[in-house]
C-alpha cells in the first residue's frame, strides 16, 4: 500500500492556489463570489459570500501532519475538474474481517463547488483472492460545512482517528449476513445496471463464475470491475465504489423484510 503519485504531482493536482474574486451585476456588488483558479485564472464556481473557503493545501497539509509517525499512510490523492478532492488514508495494521486480512480508510474530501463538505468517511480494504474489495459503510461520516465557523484543521487528526476506531469496533461481522444469502436475478440485474453498458457481459460472467451467487459475491463482484476494469481517473467510479456496498447492504434488507412479510400470510 503506497501512494503512486509524486510530490510533484499531488502539488499540481490538488495544491493549486485559488482566490476569491467578487461578482458585480449593472455595476453593483452581488452576494456571490468567484472561487478562480490563481495560475490560470480559470473560475472553478460561483458560490454566495457566505461559502467558506477551505484550501485543499490546508487539508492535505493537516492530513500528513496528523499521520506523520503513526499507522497511517497516505494511499491515494486525487481531484476531479479543479473542484473536488479526495485523499484516502490506510491503516498499516492488519485487521480481520469475514476472516480475511483487512485494513481500515478513511476518505477525506472537500470541494470549491459546494458539492462536498470537508468530510472523512470510513472504508474498509478487504483482500480477497480477486481483488483488494473497498468496501464502503457508513460506520461514520463527520462533516464540516463550508458555511460554519469551525476549526476544521486542527480537528483532522481527532476524524481520523475517531474513524478508525469505529471501523476496528464494529467491521469483524458485519458481512457475514452477505455471505448466507442468495442474490436473486432481479437485484443482480439492479447492481448490474450502475454499471457502463459495455461492462454488462463482464459483470454477469464474473458473477456467475461464482459457487453461490450471494451477495457477496454480488459485491466482490461489483468491487473487481470497480477496482480493476473501471477508469480510477474517472469521478462516477470513486462514486460507485463509496456507494456500492450500501447499495447491495438495502436490497439485501429488503429482500430479508419481504420474506418475514411472507411468513407471516
Not at 476524524?159 to 476506531?165: G, H, K, L
Not at 445496471?193 to 463482484?221: I, M, Q, V
Not at 447492504?249 to 411468513?263: I, S
Request: one cysteine or more; hydrophobic letters at 35%; a neutral charge.
Amino acid at each position: 500500500m503506497y501512494l503512486r503519485k509524486s510530490r510533484e504531482q499531488i502539488e499540481s493536482e490538488l495544491c493549486f492556489d485559488v482566490y476569491e474574486q467578487p461578482v458585480f451585476h449593472m455595476g453593483k456588488e452581488t452576494n456571490f463570489k468567484l472561487i478562480v483558479r490563481a495560475d490560470n485564472h480559470n473560475p472553478i464556481s460561483c458560490m454566495t459570500k457566505q461559502y467558506k473557503l477551505v484550501p485543499n493545501r490546508l487539508i492535505l497539509e493537516a492530513v500528513e501532519n496528523a499521520i506523520a509517525g503513526q499507522n497511517y499512510a497516505l494511499t491515494d490523492a486525487r481531484s476531479f475538474s479543479d473542484a473536488r478532492m479526495k485523499l484516502e488514508i490506510t491503516m498499516n495494521r492488519e485487521i480481520t474481517v469475514n476472516g480475511k486480512a483487512s485494513y481500515p480508510r478513511v476518505i477525506v474530501r472537500n470541494s470549491y463547488d459546494g458539492t462536498s463538505a470537508v468530510s472523512f468517511s470510513a472504508a474498509i480494504m478487504i483482500l480477497v483472492c480477486s481483488n483488494g474489495l473497498m468496501a464502503f459503510r457508513n460506520f461514520t461520516q463527520r462533516t464540516y460545512l463550508h458555511y460554519e465557523k469551525n476549526d476544521i484543521i486542527s480537528d483532522i487528526g481527532k476524524s481520523i482517528e475517531s474513524s478508525i476506531a469505529l471501523i476496528e469496533n464494529k467491521a469483524s461481522d458485519m458481512f457475514l449476513p452477505l455471505t448466507r444469502t442468495m442474490a436473486p436475478e432481479q437485484n443482480v440485474s439492479v447492481i448490474r445496471d450502475l454499471f457502463p453498458g459495455k461492462l454488462h457481459d463482464s459483470f454477469t460472467e464474473n458473477f456467475l463464475a461464482h459457487n453461490n451467487r450471494t451477495y457477496w459475491d454480488l459485491l466482490d463482484t461489483s468491487t473487481y470491475l470497480i477496482s480493476n476494469v473501471m477508469n480510477r481517473d474517472n469521478e462516477y467510479t470513486h462514486k460507485l465504489e463509496e456507494s456500492i456496498t450500501d447499495r447491495v447492504f438495502n436490497l439485501y434488507n429488503k429482500g430479508v423484510k419481504q420474506e418475514a412479510v411472507n411468513a407471516t400470510v
